[in-house]
């Protein structure tokens, strides 16, 4: 019996570099909110021990798929003969800001520690999400997130409700040459955690990727007649807030043919937040 479950897009309401650690790892500030655009994960469980992805993800072998690897770190902590089958149905863009990957990863700990009744406490499957990829634990952690470190330590922060317009530029933006570009600012000066206010800080990446991808900066330019628009994560996709669906569902029936875009809310928490405890 398959069951299906939702692995919800991040914005990141602002992003800021303030430093480099020895290993080369950046030193990040960021609020992630989680929303209600989501990919669809479908797990079918087995008893033969194999964790069998479904279906092609273009570009992306099956032993390097995040879904694929969350299930085998989790196994270790599963009875005996506890598999899987995983399929996607994918309508994040890859390389798009918006965290798919990382998501889709997250839903399948947090389902399958259900499933497999492993029962892992929050910090613990944090940590399991920290070895897939930096942005997994906050999906993990499952509400609005003002984030540090490399972005996985995570404290709870309240964001205004809102709904946005995001849009999608038609362009896949490699996190790690823009982290590398030696134009990137790493300096900003870092914040106290405060309560999030609309517009607050900026996305340092923002400048790097505009000056290498004019189609994020024309996306950006479209959007920014209608509010304050900016980049998430390393881009591609850029959003806009709005107070209500009815003015952001005004500025989607607006978009030109040229551009793809669609309006979510903003989630308080995840919506299998309650698949693991504490």
């Not at 918006?98 to 889709?104: A, E, V």
């Not at 870092?190 to 004019?214: C, E, T």
Request: aromatic share 8%.
């Amino acid at each position: 019996m398959s069951h299906a479950y939702p692995a919800p897009a991040k914005l990141n309401l602002f992003l800021h570099v303030i430093g480099r650690r020895d290993d080369g790892y950046h030193l990040l500030q960021s609020v992630f909110q989680l929303i209600d655009r989501a990919d669809t994960v479908h797990l079918s469980l087995r008893d033969d021990g194999r964790v069998v992805r479904e279906g092609d993800l273009p570009g992306v072998a099956a032993d390097h798929d995040l879904t694929v690897r969350a299930a085998r770190l989790l196994q270790a902590y599963a009875p005996s003969g506890a598999g899987v089958d995983i399929r996607l149905d994918k309508i994040l863009p890859m390389g798009g800001g918006l965290g798919g990957g990382s998501s889709d990863a997250a839903t399948v700990l947090l389902a399958l520690n259900r499933l497999w009744q492993v029962n892992l406490p929050r910090k613990t499957l944090q940590k399991l999400a920290l070895q897939i990829g930096a942005d997994v634990p906050v999906f993990v952690f499952g509400q609005t997130a003002f984030a540090e470190g490399v972005g996985e330590i995570l404290h709870p922060v309240s964001a205004p409700p809102a709904w946005y317009v995001v849009l999608m530029p038609p362009v896949q933006v490699p996190t790690a040459a823009i982290f590398a570009a030696p134009e990137l600012t790493r300096n900003t000066p870092a914040l106290k955690i405060a309560p999030f206010s609309a517009g607050m800080g900026h996305n340092d990446l923002q400048s790097v990727v505009v000056s290498r991808y004019p189609e994020v900066a024309r996306h950006l330019e479209w959007l920014a007649q209608f509010g304050e628009a900016r980049m998430t994560g390393s881009g591609a996709c850029v959003f806009a807030s709005f107070g209500t669906e009815a003015a952001a569902q005004n500025v989607l029936r607006q978009l030109p043919e040229t551009m793809q875009g669609f309006v979510a809310q903003g989630l308080d928490r995840h919506p299998l937040y309650d698949y693991c405890a504490g």
